[in-house]
């Protein structure tokens, strides 16, 4: 069974910088998108960023110019996270392709 894992969050204060991480445990062939989601308690998970196998990616306006989405030829994808506001604190969550969800990170960005 293919295990999705999350890396990279933590604690950091507002205008700082996160990188997160996300990998499968073993190859995904015809994998097109992956995606970064976001949730906070109370509020539907939101669409962060995505990206396709041909590299086009896609923000949720509250990011643009901020976070930058990006892949490797091993299909890890990146979601590096700069100016970070206090609104940017949520649990944050992977998908690769359809169905491989990761079990989410924690980010935190506070004074």
């Known amino acids: 069974q293919v295990q999705v894992a999350e890396s990279g969050g933590g604690l950091v204060q507002p205008g700082g910088s996160l990188r997160l991480s996300c990998a499968a445990s073993?190859?995904?062939?015809?994998?097109?998108?992956m995606v970064w989601y976001r949730q906070t308690p109370g509020k539907a998970r939101e669409l962060v960023a995505q990206?396709?196998?041909?590299?086009?990616t896609t923000y949720a306006d509250s990011v643009k110019g901020r976070f930058i989405i990006s892949r490797d030829a091993k299909n890890t994808v990146y979601l590096q996270m700069n100016r970070l506001k206090p609104e940017d604190t949520a649990v944050y969550y992977c998908?690769?392709?359809?169905?491989?969800w990761g079990q989410g990170i924690q980010v935190t960005v506070i004074s």
């Open positions: 990206i396709n196998r041909f590299r086009t």
């Open positions: 998908r690769l392709g359809p169905q491989y």
């Open positions: 073993e190859v995904i062939f015809t994998l097109n998108d």
